[in-house]
């Protein structure tokens, strides 16, 4: 089973600022297979990125994805005040089919 | 609109069932893989199960694999998840979400692209 490790666990920043979310996987993930979600309080998950860098439809271009293998970022360019949320990446490489990281709350500082 | 509604959760004592229902809509139901994907309170998401499009494979978490059962109905544009010996750990809110599978540049792409609002399952005597 992949497990995913993201972090920091929470990311304390003001609007403006440059947010970078790490998720790290235990075994190799296909770019393809990898996917980042955003959740805000009391909703559920929004997709925000796919093939680990391919922005959602609607997604603003100030997100973006990278990374490969083992290594893979979440990167927010510059904070609007509706970003600040949890973000979740998950993984289709291997069953179970679905695994998700534990989280990275991104708080105003 | 594409749309996912679940239904079937509430309040609930330790070792009773419960079947959660998510009623798909705005979309062709029989041409998806579906999932379900659950949140206890205050923690973050947990992948529950997973349906092939027409129903022949399923998956499911080793948590629940032998009390969870993922189905559909493809007739009625429904996903099912029956819950059996419930436990204070099953606790959650419960999402359906559509699979989205794209053939692009030769790789498969993968990803949750529509969730329903949720269905709270609470387990306490």
């Known amino acids: 089973e992949i497990v995913l490790t993201q972090s920091p666990g929470t990311l304390s920043l003001s609007p403006g600022e440059r947010a970078t979310l790490s998720c790290r996987a235990s075994?190799?993930?296909?770019?393809?297979?990898l996917v980042w979600y955003q959740q805000q309080p009391g909703q559920a998950p929004r997709l925000l990125i796919y093939?680990?860098?391919t922005r959602a439809t609607g997604i603003p271009d100030r997100f973006s994805g990278s990374g490969s293998g083992t290594d893979f970022t979440l990167t927010i360019s510059r904070l609007e005040p509706e970003d600040f949320a949890v973000y979740y990446c998950?993984?289709?490489?291997?069953?179970?089919?679905?695994?998700f990281g534990g989280g990275t709350k991104v708080e105003i500082k | 609109q594409v749309q996912l509604v679940e239904s079937g959760g509430g309040a609930v004592q330790p070792g009773r069932s419960l079947r959660l229902s998510c009623a798909a809509s705005?979309?062709?139901?029989?041409?998806?893989?579906m999932h379900w994907v659950r949140q206890a309170p205050g923690k973050g998401l947990e992948w529950v199960a997973i349906?092939?499009?027409?129903?022949?494979?399923?998956d499911h978490t080793d948590t629940v694999r032998g009390r969870f059962t993922i189905s559909r109905d493809n007739s009625r544009n429904t996903l099912y998840l029956q819950i059996n010996s419930l436990r204070a750990e099953d606790t959650a809110v419960y999402y359906c979400?559509?699979?989205?599978?794209?053939?692009?540049?030769?790789?498969?792409?993968?990803?949750?692209?529509?969730w329903g609002q949720g269905t709270t399952v609470i387990v306490s005597s």
């Open positions: 979400a559509r699979e989205e599978v794209q053939w692009l540049a030769g790789y498969y792409y993968y990803a949750l692209d529509v």
């Open positions: 705005g979309f062709t139901f029989r041409n998806y893989g």
């Open positions: 349906i092939s499009s027409d129903g022949s494979s399923r």
């Open positions: 075994q190799s993930v296909s770019s393809t297979c």
């Open positions: 093939g680990a860098s």
């Open positions: 998950q993984q289709f490489e291997s069953s179970p089919p679905g695994t």
